[in-house]
């Protein structure tokens, strides 16, 4: 029991460390948790030994048993408590590699880029529908007294162009929309998947009917962390490779419905691929997280 309780203060000594290691805010959440983590493991230790001591006193193998596999698994949580940064070190760096960039970094400026090209789209869009419905407005007109008159607008069809670009607007809005909203939730994953997925599983993880549970929510703070981050990476190295898919936003010489459809390939199309790149990531981790006792 002792010796559980020593284990416990080192382990979390040590992640306190290593807490520089990655983002600041979701490891300053990650170390709060660590109280919960070592009060959940101290217990999962207690029940061992207790259930070993019942079972020594009644002669009952199966509470044995139980205490011996308890322990076991506890010593593995505990493993994991001082590894698990230094394995979502480790695999982010891969990735960064792999990348060319740092991963949080480049997904969050491919974004924000995102949301400068729709801002200066939309207010081009808006410019020139404007210019179109004033140009429309210009008419010539005669009246002949007690006989009336007529008028003429010069430019009416003006007005079916200004119609056309406020639908246009309204395709590139979703676009706009859409990338300020990744913007906020890429901001947001290391603190989701270090400060409150990561302690959750650990916590799961000590209880012995929530073991697998535990493991599916670690392996999926880790493709939070890691595989999104990444699509948005190298859609961001993509985009630099001036393809001509992946460029900016257009200048005033003219915007198509091309250019929107290009705008929303980028903000809509390429994000559905990254969950679609996420759900198998995950899928893989939870057959890795299979041969964790």
């Not at 979502?88 to 480049?106: P, R, V």
């Not at 246009?168 to 990744?182: C, K, N, R």
């Amino acid at each position: 029991m002792m010796r559980g309780i020593a284990i416990i203060m080192a382990l979390v000594s040590f992640s306190s460390a290593g807490c520089g290691i990655m983002d600041t805010d979701a490891n300053v959440a990650f170390t709060q948790a660590l109280p919960i983590i070592g009060a959940a493991i101290a217990l999962s230790i207690a029940v061992a030994a207790l259930a070993y001591m019942a079972g020594s006193f009644m002669r009952n193998p199966n509470l044995l048993v139980f205490s011996k596999d308890q322990i076991f698994h506890t010593f593995v949580s505990v493993l994991l408590v001082i590894s698990i940064e230094g394995i979502f070190y480790g695999t982010c760096m891969f990735a960064s590699s792999a990348a060319g960039s740092d991963l949080q970094s480049a997904s969050l400026n491919y974004m924000r880029e995102l949301r400068v090209d729709g801002g200066q789209m939309l207010a081009q869009i808006m410019k020139r529908s404007i210019e179109y419905k004033f140009e429309a407005a210009y008419y010539t007109a005669y009246q002949v007294p007690y006989m009336g008159g007529e008028a003429y607008w010069w430019e009416a069809y003006n007005n079916a162009y200004a119609r056309n670009l406020e639908m246009l607007f309204d395709f590139v809005m979703v676009g706009y929309v859409s990338a300020g909203v990744q913007y906020n939730l890429l901001g947001m994953l290391p603190q989701i998947a270090l400060g409150v997925m990561v302690p959750m599983g650990l916590l799961l993880r000590c209880i012995p009917k929530a073991r697998e549970a535990g493991n599916m929510v670690m392996a999926l703070a880790l493709a939070l962390y890691v595989v999104i981050p990444f699509c948005y990476a190298v859609a961001s190295t993509m985009r630099e490779t001036e393809v001509p898919w992946f460029t900016g936003a257009p200048d005033d010489t003219g915007i198509s419905f091309e250019d929107a459809g290009l705008y929303l390939f980028q903000t809509i199309f390429l994000p559905n691929l990254a969950l679609v790149v996420f759900a198998t990531a995950v899928g893989g981790l939870m057959k890795v997280a299979k041969v964790i006792p």
